[in-house]
């Protein structure tokens, strides 16, 4: 079992900066791929970011955040952090920690909400 905690989350204006953290427990050597999703009243959860653990992989970012955000690992504090800046309006949303593991399972945090005022 893998447990993920987020926060850092909170109210912004725009152009302004937040960084989020995910702190994962439990069965971490396990833990294979960690992604940051959000999803907007309304709509569905989408993909922000996505990290590899180990290896050389590049990390993975939607469109609308690159430039903007950057997804990295905190191994000390086994936390993957998402460092957010020049936040939009239209970056509000819940934002979600997700573990998967080497044998495809998949769990969630309990979501962090970025609001992002104009």
């Known amino acids: 079992q893998v447990q993920l905690v987020e926060s850092g989350g909170g109210r912004v204006q725009a152009g302004g900066s937040l960084t989020l953290s995910c702190a994962a427990s439990?069965?971490?050597?396990?833990?294979?791929?960690v992604g940051w999703y959000r999803q907007a009243p309304g709509n569905q959860r989408e993909l922000v970011a996505t990290?590899?653990?180990?290896?050389?992989?590049?990390?993975i970012y939607t469109d609308s955040v690159k430039g903007r955000f950057t997804i990295y690992r905190n191994n000390a504090k086994n936390t993957v952090n998402l460092e957010m800046h020049n936040l939009r309006p239209e970056d509000t949303a819940v934002y979600y920690c997700?573990?998967?593991?080497?044998?495809?399972?998949?769990?969630w945090g309990q979501g962090t909400q970025v609001t992002v005022s104009s």
């Open positions: 439990g069965m971490l050597f396990s833990i294979s791929v």
């Open positions: 990290i590899v653990l180990g290896g050389d992989a590049s990390p």
């Open positions: 997700h573990a998967q593991t080497a044998t495809a399972s998949h769990y």
